[in-house]
C-alpha cells in the first residue's frame, strides 16, 4: 500500500519528512534513539489508522528525512516543531524512550501540541553515578562493534539494555534489529555530541513546566529499571496536567516491538482530545 508523505523544513533548512497513514484527527508518531519513523511506529500505525491520521515522523539523518551535520537534541526538537507546524492542526503526540526527548521539547514550544503520551520517557537527569558509568560502557561497546563493521550485532548489544526477552525476540523476528544497523553511526555521532547542548534540556523540570499540553505518561507493568522508573515519575511530577497509567504485560521496548498493548491506552486517551480536530 502506497502513503502519501508529509514534508517540513526545519529551522536551519533540513528536510524532515515522515510518511501518513490512515485518515481522522493527526496523531504524530515519534521514534527513540535507534529507529526512524516507519521502524518504531509503522506498526503501531497499521492499529491506529482507522482512529486518527498517523504521521510517522523521522528527524535529520534518519528515514525519508535529509541529512545533516548538525545534531544533537535542540536540532532533533526543532524538526519536530518543524514537522507539526506543517500539519497545520492541532495534533496529539505519542512516543517512547528517547524519543520523549524531542516530543516533550517539542510540546514546551508548540502551541499546536494537544496531547501528548511518552512510554518511559529517558531522563538523564534521573541518572546516578552508575547508570551513567553502565550507559557509557554500552556506547563504548557498540562503538567497538561499529568499528568492525558489525551493524546489526551493534544494534542488538545496544537493545540488550533497552528490550526484555520477549521484545528482544520479537525486534529480530521483525527485521527491526537489521534495519536499525544503519542507524548506529547516527546515534553514535548523537551521543559524542551530548555534553555540547548548553541551557536546560527538554527533561529539565523548568522546561516540563512549560508544556500546557495534557501527558500521559505509560509504564510498562514488566519495567523493573530504577531509572525507567524514576523518569516516569519525573515527567509526571514536573507537567502541569500530567497522570501515570500502568501498561499490563508491557516492557520498555514495547512500542516497536509489541505495540498492541499500548493501543487501548493511546486510543482512551487521545480520542476525547483529537475529537474536534479535522482530519488531514
Known amino acids: 500500500m502506497s502513503h502519501r508523505v508529509h514534508r517540513a523544513v526545519s529551522a536551519d533548512g533540513t528536510e524532515i519528512s515522515g510518511r501518513v497513514h490512515g485518515q481522522g484527527p493527526p496523531l504524530v ?11 518504531d511506529c509503522g506498526e ?23 541529512d545533516s551535520d548538525e545534531v544533537g537534541a535542540e536540532r532533533d526538537v526543532d524538526d519536530l516543531v518543524a514537522f507539526i507546524d506543517g500539519i497545520g492542526a492541532p495534533v496529539g503526540l505519542a512516543t517512547w ?12 514550544r508548540c502551541a499546536a501540541v494537544s496531547a501528548v503520551a511518552v512510554h518511559e520517557p529517558v531522563v538523564v537527569e534521573q541518572m546516578d553515578e552508575e547508570d551513567v558509568s553502565r550507559f557509557e560502557a554500552a556506547v563504548a561497546h557498540m562503538a567497538g562493534l561499529a568499528e568492525q563493521g558489525r551493524l546489526t550485532e551493534a544494534a542488538r548489544d545496544w537493545m540488550v539494555d533497552w528490550a526484555n526477552a520477549e521484545e528482544l ?44 499540553a495534557p501527558v500521559l505518561v505509560l509504564q510498562g507493568s514488566e ?36 505495540p498492541e498493548k499500548l493501543v487501548d491506552e493511546l486510543v482512551e486517551f487521545f480520542a476525547p482530545r483529537l475529537a474536534d480536530v479535522p482530519g488531514r
Open 169 to 212: 525476540a520479537a525486534l529480530e523476528a521483525s527485521g527491526y534489529l537489521e534495519a536499525a544497523g544503519r542507524y548506529v553511526a547516527v546515534l553514535l555521532g548523537q551521543l559524542a555530541r551530548l555534553d555540547e547542548d548548553t541551557g536546560p534540556g527538554p527533561t529539565d523540570p523548568s522546561e516540563l513546566a512549560r508544556i500546557e
Open 97 to 108: 524512550s528517547g524519543g520523549a526527548i524531542e516530543a516533550l521539547g517539542a510540546a514546551a
Open 44 to 66: 503501531l500505525a497499521s492499529l491506529l489508522e482507522d482512529r486518527f491520521t498517523c504521521y510517522l515522523a523521522s528527524t535529520r539523518n534518519r528515514g525519508l528525512s535529509g
Open 223 to 258: 519495567t523493573t529499571g530504577r531509572w525507567l522508573l524514576e523518569g516516569v515519575r519525573h515527567v509526571a511530577e514536573h507537567v502541569a496536567d500530567a497522570r501515570i497509567r500502568e501498561v499490563p504485560g508491557a516492557g520498555h521496548s514495547c512500542m516497536p516491538a509489541q
Open 29 to 39: 508518531l515519534v521514534h527513540a534513539g535507534l529507529g526512524d519513523g516507519d521502524l
